[in-house]
């Protein structure tokens, strides 16, 4: 596996992700911060969210793991991403 | 025919009879001005491009009363050619949907040298443009009508989103979006067309939905139709959205749901949704979407999957038929009440009614 989360702590994920949202949204986002409880967030900040994932860590989010509860903090967007890698690596 | 969709003119002796420098004096002709408007009326946008005094040339046509009529328009010393790609540039058209009107031999030549697609015509040609095919769009949809009024708006807006510098909540907000869903009537329906159509990229199901069918639908009282139009405190954005929706005893299946592209970074598409899912709780149903994944719709269907639809069976889906088409997917919504969008202001009738024009 040459795959770069193999490399990347759940912790280190989770930095990555909150600076991400931080830049996006103009705004400090921590790891746990929930950016889409104060409505933040438009339907064009999803889709880049989704496509940032997709391509930076190399997983497909598709059909049923698009909940929003799945991108809801940098926290839970980092599991998701871990878990995603981890089932391709299995498969 | 590639249509016109931007006609430029040149003001000497074109677009009004005498030099400006020279005469002091020039006088717009009735006929001409007539011109004018019908070709705006047409939602064919007009610019300038002269060789003139720009303050002088800008307050003559005030004075005559058509400055409103022209966009980005280029009056100085500069290259005709120059000046018309420009206005091109500025609008986003292709050469080859622009024209160029000019008394001059050598200016014409000079724009057909250096941009052969723009279509030249001279100034005896002014008067019969509007009898030219080319000129002669086919459906004139009420958006068409304010095409010069959008365009204004929307050069604004992006100027002042370049320049701002907050979070983009903040921007939607200093905006004053409003968002205005509406049952559909006659005069709607060219515009829900045309919108079908041409959004592809936010058209949940594909699915196009002809002029003829969606009158049908008009008068079926187990269906609505509603279209969505979005204004700003720079002007209107014009038809952004259409919903068709189908009543069935415990659920609405939403046949079909395009927004425009121009406001998806608005969140049109999620206030949209929201007001639906609270809608459908209002009147204690379940929704229901028709779904088909293509390659350039995963942003609607992120839309539906982050408002809370799943492909999870429900007992409601029994009774609503099968899906539009092979590949199209039932998503399904257990609905609970929403809160109105933060960003703008909501205008909408209340679906729970239901009411058959």
């Known amino acids: ?91 | 025919m590639t249509l016109v969709k931007c006609l430029v003119w040149d003001l000497d002796n074109t677009l009004w009879q005498g030099t400006l420098l020279e005469d002091g004096d020039v006088r717009l002709p009735d006929e001409v001005r007539a011109v004018i408007v019908e070709l705006d009326s047409r939602g064919i946008l007009q610019s300038v491009a002269s060789k003139n005094d720009h303050d002088l040339a800008w307050k003559k046509l005030e004075e005559l009363g058509v400055a409103e009529y022209f966009l980005v328009p280029r009056i100085g010393w500069g290259r005709k050619s120059d000046a018309v790609m420009g206005i091109a540039r500025d609008l986003q058209f292709a050469l080859s949907t622009v024209a160029f009107v000019d008394d001059t031999p050598t200016e014409r030549a000079e724009v057909n040298y250096h941009a052969p697609e723009v279509r030249c015509y001279t100034e005896q040609d002014v008067l019969s443009l509007i009898g030219l095919p080319e000129f002669s769009p086919e459906v004139v949809t009420v958006d068409a009508r304010r095409r010069r009024e959008m365009y204004r708006a929307n050069a604004l807006r992006t100027e002042e989103q370049e320049s701002f510098d907050g979070p983009d909540e903040d921007f939607l907000r200093s905006l004053d979006l409003v968002m205005e869903i509406r049952r559909a009537d006659d005069d709607d329906l060219s515009r829900v067309e045309e919108l079908t159509l041409r959004t592809s990229q936010m058209n949940a199901t594909g699915v196009h939905y002809p002029d003829r069918v969606l009158r049908g639908l008009l008068a079926d009282p187990a269906h609505e139709v509603l279209t969505i139009t979005l204004t700003d405190r720079f002007g209107p954005h014009g038809a952004v959205g259409v919903l068709l929706l189908e009543r069935h005893p415990g659920v609405w299946r939403l046949k079909l749901l395009a927004t425009s592209c121009r406001v998806v970074a608005f969140g049109a598409g999620t206030v949209l949704l929201n007001w639906l899912v609270d809608q459908a709780a209002q009147a204690g149903v379940h929704l229901a979407a028709d779904f088909r994944p293509t390659d350039r719709n995963r942003m609607m269907e992120i839309a539906y999957r982050f408002a809370g639809f799943t492909q999870d069976p429900c007992v409601c889906l029994a009774g609503i038929g099968d899906p539009a088409g092979g590949d199209v997917q039932c998503l399904h919504l257990v609905t609970a009440r929403r809160e109105g969008p933060a960003t703008m202001r909501l205008l909408s009738p209340d679906l729970t009614v239901a009411t058959s024009i």
């Open chain 1, 1 to 91: 596996m040459t795959d770069r989360t193999t490399t990347l702590t759940a912790e280190d994920l989770e930095k990555e992700l909150a600076a991400y949202l931080s830049e996006k949204t103009k705004t400090e986002v921590g790891p746990a911060d929930d950016v889409f409880a104060s409505g933040l967030v438009s339907s064009m900040f999803a889709m880049q969210l989704v496509v940032h994932l997709e391509s930076t860590y190399d997983v497909a989010i598709i059909g049923p793991e698009l909940k929003i509860d799945n991108f809801r903090t940098a926290q839970v967007m980092a599991a998701l991403v871990l878990r995603l890698s981890d089932e391709a690596g299995d498969a």
